[in-house]
């Protein structure tokens, strides 16, 4: 998946990412990594249940600034 998203947000400054189905969380910190802090990610699941374990997720990766990471009543988690 992300070899296939690569060439549209790799390197590109201040992108929006919209990550439908984020699951654990785990695809969105490699976002993350690949679009930056300019950039902004927003990452939602059907289940809530999924949106705490992928915002806990997230939160552990050393990578991703924690001060950064917002999640909104509608179960999305936004990265900015």
């Keep these: 998946v992300l070899e296939r998203a690569a060439p549209?947000?790799?390197g590109k400054a201040k992108r929006k990412v919209l990550h439908v189905g984020c699951g654990a969380g785990y695809l969105t910190s490699a976002l993350y990594k690949m679009v930056g802090?300019?950039?902004l990610i927003y990452a939602t699941d059907p289940s809530k249940d999924m949106v705490r374990l992928a915002?806990?997720?997230?939160r552990r990766d050393p990578a991703v600034p924690r001060a950064l990471i917002n999640t909104h009543?509608?179960?999305r988690i936004v990265i900015k």
């Design 8 to 10: 549209y947000i790799h």
């Design 37 to 39: 802090r300019e950039s």
């Design 55 to 58: 915002k806990r997720n997230i």
């Design 73 to 75: 009543p509608n179960s």
